[in-house]
């Protein structure tokens, strides 16, 4: 079975850095897109970023210029390094794998997400 695991979630103070990553491991038929979601407490879950096979690169606007998405696919692992933080990053994070033969059907999986919490 397809499993999804982040680490690298933690406290931090406001303006630190923290570097996210998630493995996957299973049988995983071709990977289209790696990317991360995020959860607030009493708040939607909202993409993050995400990176398809070619490298192209996707984010949210709240964090442009300050979240950079990479991806290594030998080692089927996706990793968020989150600059600049803010309390507003404050959620659980969640690593995402899109998969499948086709770009209109694929495959969704999910990590168990991991806590960032940005704070004084």
């Known amino acids: 079975q397809v499993q999804l695991v982040e680490s690298g979630g933690g406290l931090v103070q406001p303006g630190g850095s923290l570097r996210l990553s998630c493995g996957a491991s299973?049988?995983?038929?071709?990977?289209?897109?790696m990317g991360w979601h995020r959860q607030a407490p009493g708040k939607q879950r909202e993409l993050v970023a995400t990176i398809a096979n070619s490298g192209a690169t996707n984010y949210a606007d709240s964090v442009k210029g300050r979240f950079t998405i990479s991806r290594d696919d030998a080692k089927n692992t996706v990793y968020l390094q989150m600059n600049s933080l803010k309390p507003e990053d404050t959620a659980v994070y969640y690593c995402?794998?899109?998969?499948?033969?086709?770009?209109?059907?694929?495959?969704?999986?999910w990590g168990q997400g991991t806590q960032v919490t940005v704070s004084s």
């Open positions: 299973g049988s995983i038929f071709s990977i289209k897109v």
């Open positions: 995402n794998v899109k998969s499948g033969a086709y770009y209109y059907r694929l495959d969704d999986y």
